[in-house]
């Protein structure tokens, strides 16, 4: 361990406030010893590091601390780990940073200040880890230290395991924050070892990922073909017990746990209907939040279908593997005692704020109150002459988007995040199928409104809140003040204007031609919907040169954005469809 070697630092880490509030004076009474003390030489043997920074002057009685200390044995490879076990680390009111400590703070036995206080060490089962801490274990006794050593063997991957045994994984974070609880409430020693030794018999963990990982400037630790998961990976990147195919979460995740419980296997977990479980879903390195959801999700179904209860779940990456893109699943049976050291306090910064009631996956839906949808107020209307000519149009509208949701959708990909194509697509469908089971309102207001209701539920984004903001404000014989009404919502609520880059750059000079037909003869409406078809084209074309201040695509450097914008060709696609429409009729 790289503690720091400047007792000052390590006075000032391990000495915590004590409760009678002698911190000062003992500080002070230390300080008038060392002055008066030798410093001792570093002992020689390995670790030299861990024992000089143990056993240096301002360390060398436990009788002067007063508190027991947690240090974890290890290298320092899993920093996330690290950022877990800090300050009030799982374990206390204080650390020693550079190094791998955290500490209880309350004295063990007796007076605060002089109580028979130790140091506990909690070491991975990995060989390198138990002999070299094991010596330092023997030296620090050979120097008064009392010292209390417990070795994490949480894995379940091998069904046999071999002279070395189990391996310590992501189930060691849980023994510090138990072992840091008890810490807390000054047990001695002895007691807490004992107790942490019989909760480790109840834990148990097992990985499984879709990559190997890679040290930095090292090839990767083994390959692993696509479309293929190793199950049963240890933290240091070495391959798993098994290969298969890659299949969907939730069968993953059983095939995990029913490995982790195997009653033929020697390292299993055992877990049966009715126990209580701390569930630990951790991040090897490289998932992303969305798939630890599903993941934990998955693990919180599969545990009750086996009438386990998850008294606490916990997500997120605690033991890393680099970049490994995989989790593994740790699992701590709990009863009321146990489940009470875990929920004890700590300020440790990456713990995660978990709730103190069981975790659930089962769904409870509650029915929505009635209230009357667009499409029942649909069911009451009458059909009017009219209503041939907008069904037309219509179903002439919804093709037209059909045909052009790839061309939308490349276009959008160029500006923003590619689905203009499929959320008009959704439009489309919805009317088409709304038109299989409705008649068309003879009235041209209850028809816009009854659209606005269909696309704002069905289609959403900005296109989707164009009709909603022209409902109330449609009736019969004004479609151009419809028109006219909707595109000033959608400028004053959406902040674009023309020139933006929008759909406005098609529609407002679209609007600004349908407007012309109040003062048109009674016979030029054609004229006039076929000069606004005309100006939408020209507009949405217009966009391939303006620099976006608006949407989506204001976000991108302006020289990537060279295509059209797909809101402003779709809207000239839909002016085109009613003006074909119209043309057929007449």
């Given at each position: 361990l790289d503690l720091p070697q400047d007792p000052s630092v390590l006075r000032g880490g391990l000495r915590a406030r004590h409760p009678d509030g002698e911190e000062e004076q003992e500080e002070q009474e230390v300080e008038e010893e060392e002055e008066e003390e030798e410093e001792l030489p570093p002992p020689t043997g390995a670790p030299e590091t861990l024992t000089h920074s143990l056993l240096s002057a301002p360390l060398r009685s436990t009788q002067e601390w007063g508190w027991l200390r947690l240090l974890s044995g290890?290298?320092?490879?899993?920093?996330?780990?690290?950022?877990?076990?800090?300050?009030?680390?799982?374990?206390?009111?204080?650390?020693?940073?550079?190094?791998?400590?955290?500490?209880?703070?309350?004295?063990?036995?007796?007076?605060?200040?002089?109580?028979?206080?130790?140091?506990?060490?909690?070491?991975?089962?990995?060989?390198?880890?138990r002999l070299n801490f094991g010596l330092a274990a023997e030296q620090a006794r050979g120097?008064?230290?009392?010292?209390?050593?417990?070795?994490?063997?949480?894995?379940?991957?091998?069904?046999?395991?071999?002279?070395?045994?189990?391996?310590?994984?992501?189930?060691?974070?849980?023994?510090?924050?138990?072992?840091?609880?008890?810490?807390?409430?000054?047990?001695?020693?002895?007691?807490?070892?004992?107790?942490?030794?019989?909760?480790?018999?109840?834990?148990?963990t097992l990985g499984v990922s879709l990559s190997p990982c890679s040290v930095p400037g090292c090839l990767p630790s083994f390959e692993l073909p696509p479309g293929e998961m190793e199950l049963g990976l240890g933290i240091h990147g070495e391959p798993g017990i098994k290969r298969s195919k890659v299949e969907c979460a939730d069968q993953v995740v059983k095939t995990m746990i029913d490995h982790m419980t195997n009653p033929s296997s020697q390292s299993r977990l055992t877990l049966n209907s009715g126990d209580s479980v701390v569930l630990c879903v951790n991040n090897l390195g490289a998932l992303s939040c969305l798939e630890m959801a599903v993941v934990t999700g998955a693990a919180l179904s599969t545990l009750e279908a086996r009438g386990v209860t998850v008294a606490r779940a916990m997500s997120g990456s605690f033991m890393t593997s680099l970049e490994m893109a995989g989790?593994?699943?740790?699992?701590?049976?709990?009863?009321?005692?146990?489940?009470?050291?875990?929920?004890?306090?700590?300020?440790?910064?990456?713990?995660?704020?978990?709730?103190?009631?069981?975790?659930?996956?089962?769904?409870?839906?509650v029915e929505p109150p009635a209230v009357r949808t667009w499409s029942q107020e649909a069911d009451g209307h009458s059909e009017g002459p009219l209503s041939p000519v907008m069904r037309a149009a219509l179903q002439r509208i919804s093709s037209a988007l059909l045909d052009r949701q790839d061309e939308l959708n490349a276009l959008d990909r160029a500006s923003g995040d590619g689905d203009c194509g499929n959320t008009h697509a959704q439009a489309a469908r919805a009317i088409q199928e709304w038109?299989?089971?409705?008649?068309?309102?003879?009235?041209?207001?209850?028809?816009?409104?009854?659209?606005?209701?269909?696309?704002?539920?069905?289609?959403g984004g900005s296109s989707g809140g164009v009709g909603h903001v022209t409902e109330g404000r449609s009736h019969a014989g004004a479609w151009?003040?419809?028109?006219?009404?909707?595109?000033?919502?959608?400028?004053?609520?959406?902040g674009a204007e023309p020139g933006d880059r929008t759909m406005l750059d098609a529609l407002c000079p679209a609007v600004d031609e349908l407007l012309k037909v109040a003062a048109a003869p009674p016979d030029g409406g054609m004229a006039a919907l076929q000069a606004a078809?005309?100006?939408?084209?020209?507009?949405?074309?217009?966009?391939?040169?303006?620099?976006?201040?608006?949407?989506?695509?204001?976000y991108i450097a302006a020289e990537r954005v060279s295509l059209p914008d797909p809101g402003a060709v779709a809207t000239a696609a839909i002016l085109r469809a009613v003006l074909e429409s119209l043309e057929g009729r007449s």
């Open positions: 290890r290298g320092s490879a899993w920093f996330k780990e690290e950022a877990v076990e800090r300050p009030r680390a799982l374990c206390g009111r204080g650390s020693v940073w550079g190094g791998e400590v955290v500490r209880g703070s309350q004295s063990a036995e007796g007076s605060p200040g002089r109580g028979a206080a130790g140091v506990l060490l909690i070491v991975k089962n990995y060989t390198g880890d120097r008064g230290v009392p010292v209390g050593m417990v070795t994490v063997g949480d894995d379940c991957a091998f069904e046999r395991p071999g002279k070395a045994g189990r391996r310590g994984l992501c189930g060691t974070v849980l023994v510090h924050k138990m072992a840091g609880a008890l810490a807390e409430e000054g047990r001695p020693l002895d007691q807490i070892v004992a107790m942490v030794t019989e909760v480790l018999k109840g834990i148990g989790v593994s699943l740790t699992l701590m049976r709990v009863d009321p005692e146990v489940l009470r050291l875990f929920d004890a306090r700590t300020s440790a910064p990456a713990w995660p704020n978990l709730s103190s009631v069981c975790v659930s996956a089962r769904e409870f839906t038109l299989s089971s409705h008649v068309v309102p003879g009235c041209p207001g209850q028809l816009l409104s009854v659209l606005a209701g269909l696309v704002q539920e069905k289609m151009a003040d419809a028109m006219h009404a909707g595109t000033q919502a959608m400028m004053r609520y959406g078809v005309k100006a939408a084209e020209l507009g949405a074309e217009s966009t391939r040169d303006l620099t976006a201040r608006a949407g989506r695509a204001s």
